[in-house]
Every structure is written in C-alpha cells, then in structure tokens.
Nanobody, 121 residues
C-alpha cells in the first residue's frame, strides 16, 4: 500500500504565500509524475501543477507565474510553493502520484487526503 500525506495548508491573506508538502511512503519501487490538484466547493477538481520524473513541469494559466512545483526524489516528496495568493485560490488541495510498486507492475495513481487552503480578501 502507498500513502500520500499532505501538510502546509492554512489561512493566509491575499497576496501572501504558502508552501505545501506531500510525502509518499509505503510499498514504492518508483514514482513517475507527481502533481497537485484542487477542488473548491461546488466545483470540479482541477489540475494546479504537475511534475514528471524528469522534472518537466506544467501549470494552468490561472497559477502560471505564481505557483512553483518541485520534488525531492530521495524523499519521495513533492512541494508546491504558492505566492501572490488570491481568494479564488481557496480550495482543498490534493497531492497525486503515479507509483510503481514493483519493477514489473504498472503505474497506479494515488491521492492524498487533502489539505485546506483559505485565502482571505
């Protein structure tokens, strides 16, 4: 089994910054892409940032230039640095990882439990 545990959420004023962390643990052989998604009340879950095993990143226009995703492969951890936060960034943020549990197994997608980010105006 694989677990993803997020941390770093909280309440911040508009214009402020937060850094989210997500550590993967358990039966891990390798991790391919890792990412962050968010879901606001009444809305669908959406991609916030994604990083491949090789370090390539992609962001939607809504966060481009404000958010930065990074990873520490030795620690199986992915980070999301969020700057210039806006009230519309308020949501539950979820970590995602595509994990291979053995050399011969396929990739399986795992999710964290989510961490609340609230940006006040």
């Amino acid at each position: 089994q694989v677990q993803l545990v997020e941390s770093g959420g909280g309440l911040v004023q508009a214009g402020g910054s937060l850094r989210l962390s997500c550590a993967a643990s358990g039966n891990i052989f390798s991790i391919n892409a890792m990412g962050w998604y968010r879901q606001a009340p009444g809305k669908q879950r959406e991609l916030v940032a994604r990083i491949t095993g090789g370090g390539s990143t992609n962001y939607p226009d809504s966060v481009e230039g404000r958010f930065t995703i990074s990873r520490d492969n030795a620690k199986n951890t992915v980070y999301l640095q969020m700057n210039s936060l806006k009230p519309e960034d308020t949501a539950v943020y979820y970590c995602n990882a595509d994990v291979r549990t053995t050399l011969y197994s396929g990739l399986r997608s795992y999710w964290g439990q989510g961490t609340q980010v609230t940006v006040s105006s």
